[in-house]
């Protein structure tokens, strides 16, 4: 079973950097393409970013705004999503996500999550 731990989230002001980790035990980790998404109360879940296992990226732009840059660690068996300059309307519970092999998108393509991290960002 693949199990997949968020770490990271918090409560920052506006301008100021968090960096996302996600731990994941089980499976081949190098095989997974690694996501993150996040969901804002009353909202659907958005993709924000993803990385293959190959290292290949894919980023909404219109969340990240060359903000955000997501990464792995096939040693650790961590993926990474480093924020800089968040701003309010980025505040939200973060999940990550694997599938194998190809990122996607959506949402629906991804067989494993964490149980997410809070990022909150004041005024």
């Known amino acids: 079973q693949v199990h997949l731990v968020e770490s990271g989230g918090g409560l920052v002001q506006t301008g100021e950097s968090l960096r996302l980790s996600c731990v994941v035990s089980g499976g081949t980790f190098k095989l997974y393409a690694m996501a993150w998404f996040r969901q804002a109360p009353g909202k659907e879940r958005e993709f924000v970013a993803a990385v293959s296992g190959s290292g290949g990226k894919r980023y909404d732009d219109n969340i990240v705004k060359g903000r955000f840059t997501v990464s792995r660690d096939n040693a650790e068996n961590t993926a990474y999503l480093q924020m800089n300059s968040l701003k309010p309307e980025d505040t939200a519970v973060y999940y990550c996500?694997?599938?194998?092999?190809?990122?996607?998108?959506?949402?629906?393509?991804?067989?494993?999550w964490g149980q997410g991290t809070h990022v909150t960002v004041s005024p």
């Open positions: 996500a694997a599938r194998s092999w190809v990122v996607s998108p959506e949402v629906s393509k991804y067989d494993f």
